[in-house]
């Protein structure tokens, strides 16, 4: 049983046809699993203004969530909490590339992760998430908690929402989005993670925020007024962010010991600026 399912899982998450939906609305679909070595499975098929959250206990378990329409949520907090996301990356940059040299402000960002009912909520180590939204206006969000976790999201449309947060060491973090105006936000506290954020498209933007050591983030774009923002504080980090296309904005703000950042643009009328700051007397 353990078999067809996995496999019916990955069917799925590849566009394998494995049966045939009528369109849906409104539905909420709930799994909590506790213990180890468990599947758990929502696919939505074509659906409008549905939600999906999984809950999972334990070691080695496996979740993915597949939705496809408008609407949708992967997570319990419907459409209020799209507008907490307080955070205007344009407004923000030119803010920081006009000030006096010297000076900048940080951003206002009121995400609420920590109140925050995300679609994929794992407790413990080795166990791997994944969720897939095809449409516009979907909130696909991964929270974990442990060591040697997967989390990957993958959405392809328009003013979509990506949101993951981890704790631990080892983990990878891995969001890919197509399309415009799209968000896509990582929160990572612990040691030797690894995250990127993948974009395509116009207009989307990209938040990492790191605190530990040794962790890696990077974010990729491509396309058209892209905004880009890495906020890292602690030790040995290091944090890169790649851009091409035009009129895009890339911020590094770190703070810590031991820290590097690196900033790629390829293009016509990009802006890029780095910000290292010694925190507690700490040299980046």
Do not use: R
């Amino acid at each position: 049983m353990k078999k067809f399912l996995f496999v019916f899982v990955f069917a799925a998450l590849c566009g394998v046809a494995t049966a045939q939906y009528a369109p849906a609305f409104f539905n909420d679909a709930y799994i909590s699993q506790a213990g180890v070595d468990n599947l758990a499975l929502i696919d939505q098929g074509t659906s409008a203004f549905s939600s999906a959250f999984i809950n999972q206990n334990g070691w080695k378990n496996e979740a993915a969530i597949v939705q496809e329409g408008v609407g949708n949520l992967a997570g319990g907090t419907f459409w209020p909490m799209y507008f907490h996301v307080n955070f205007t990356m344009p407004d923000v940059t030119l803010a920081w590339l006009w000030m006096p040299k010297g000076t900048y402000v940080t951003p206002d960002i009121h995400l609420g992760l920590s109140d925050l009912d995300l679609g994929i909520e794992q407790f413990g180590s080795k166990n791997d998430a994944a969720i897939e939204q095809y449409g516009a206006f979907n909130m696909a969000g991964i929270k974990q908690y442990g060591d040697w976790n997967f989390a990957k999201t993958v959405q392809n449309g328009m003013f979509n929402v990506s949101l993951k947060k981890s704790e631990g060491k080892f983990n990878y973090l891995n969001s890919v989005q197509n399309g415009s105006l799209n968000l896509a936000y990582q929160n990572v506290d612990g040691y030797l993670n690894h995250l990127d954020i993948n974009q395509g498209g116009v207009l989307n933007t990209a938040f990492q925020f790191v605190t530990g050591g040794m962790n890696e983030a990077t974010i990729n774009q491509l396309g058209i007024g892209n905004d880009a923002l890495q906020m890292i504080g602690g030790m040995g980090n290091s944090g890169t962010i790649g851009q091409m296309g035009m009129g895009n904005e890339a911020v590094e703000a770190i703070y810590g010991w031991g820290n590097d950042a690196v900033i790629l643009q390829l293009g016509i009328g990009n802006d890029a600026m780095i910000l290292q700051g010694a925190a507690l007397g700490g040299q980046n």
